[in-house]
């Protein structure tokens, strides 16, 4: 496995964490094709398709262990800090907010322009709800 690369603020872990499960899904998706096509558009000889098949498996779990350890890692951060100033509180608050959206299929328009101002508030730039 490869060595866990400690993240440099709170943010970067959650960025991280959620790329990870993004690229940990579309791994199982490529892992449901049983007709998998090689670079010439052929479909795959058994062989390279058993060789590929666990390339692919073994790289599922390794972005499943990182992802692992970046919850530990926020676990800790939130343990150890605590919401102690202002932007901790409003990050959680923006991730329970994210969580409900994804839940309820999205946020109004107000209340897009109100997560948007805290994020600018924040000094995130790209106001994107993460």
């Given amino acids: 496995m490869k060595e866990f690369k400690q993240p440099s603020s709170l943010g970067e872990a959650r960025r991280r964490k ?20 090689d670079e010439n558009g052929g479909r795959m000889d058994p062989l390279d398709y058993i060789a590929w098949r666990k390339s692919a498996k073994w790289s599922l779990l390794q972005k499943e262990a990182e992802a692992k350890d970046m919850g530990f890692w926020i676990e800790d951060y939130w343990e150890e800090r605590g919401a102690s100033d202002t932007e901790d509180i409003v990050e959680a608050l923006l991730a329970v907010i994210s969580a409900l959206a994804e839940e309820s299929g999205g946020l109004t328009k107000a209340e897009s322009l109100l997560v948007n101002k805290a994020k600018g508030l924040m000094g995130d730039e790209d106001g994107d709800l993460r």
Avoid: A, F, W
């Fill in 18 to 37: 959620g790329r990870l499960e993004i690229e940990q899904e579309e791994i199982k998706l490529q892992l449901t094709d049983r007709d998998r096509r």
